[in-house]
């Protein structure tokens, strides 16, 4: 029994119509149009989600009681410290970060982003609880900026055959870097040393991008943005 099959522009191999992306970029192949035997192109990995998914609801589980638990203690002893709220929000951003990290089919570039997304909101609310002393506007969040950066970076590097896809991800943390800078205007941000940092080395390395993809980038763009 024949079977339509798909061509990856990325890696140049044939992918069965079955597969919704490439097994090896992850990109949405083409249709070609050709006809080709029905064969196991690429061996089955068997992933058991079950004893995963058990796994997440232990967690969240024991993470719930945790919660209730120092929360209950925090309030019968009360001394004008929210310390209980500081190990909760520990304890989201854990169960935030664990569940979509071992999702089988999200992009690593995904995971990184939300990883920083929930690190920069964990920074800014134990900053708020202890009192607010702007620690975490000026040096936690620029510094987790600079490090999901350099890790964008070497994702890119390291998945050479697919950089490309990695722009879209580049934009968002320019955008990122670019809201301290303009919290520095508000006065909200009082050391823009780290903050300016942030923002540049996200600029540089989407200008690097865009410089040296040249048109591999400029197409990728235009598939994005449809342009």
């Excluded at 192109?41 to 993470?63: A, C, G, N, T």
């Excluded at 607010?132 to 890119?156: F, K, R, T």
């Amino acid at each position: 029994m024949g079977c339509i099959m798909k061509w990856c522009n990325q890696c140049h191999i044939e992918v069965a119509e079955s597969e919704p992306v490439c097994p090896l970029c992850r990109t949405v192949p083409q249709s070609d149009g050709t006809e080709g035997n029905q064969v196991l192109l690429y061996p089955q990995i068997v992933f058991d989600v079950h004893k995963y998914h058990i796994f997440i609801r232990l967690f969240m589980f024991i993470s719930v009681v945790t919660g209730v638990v120092l929360l209950a203690v925090n309030l019968m002893n009360y001394h004008g410290f929210f310390w209980s709220g500081i190990v909760i929000a520990v304890i989201l951003y854990a169960i935030i970060t664990l569940g979509y990290s071992i999702q089988r089919n999200a992009n690593p570039a995904a995971k990184i982003m939300v990883q920083t997304l929930a690190a920069e909101l964990l920074v800014v609310w134990i900053d708020y609880l202890i009192g607010y002393e702007g620690w975490s506007v000026n040096y936690a969040v620029p510094g987790i900026l600079l490090v999901a950066e350099c890790s964008m970076l070497v994702l890119q590097i390291v998945n050479f055959m697919n950089w490309q896809s990695y722009i879209l991800f580049q934009i968002e943390y320019v955008i990122l870097s670019a809201i301290p800078v303009g919290l520095y205007f508000f006065h909200i941000v009082t050391e823009p040393l780290m903050t300016f940092l942030a923002l540049g080395s996200s600029v540089i390395i989407f200008a690097g991008t865009m410089i040296f993809g040249d048109r591999k980038a400029k197409d990728e763009l235009i598939r994005r943005f449809h342009i």
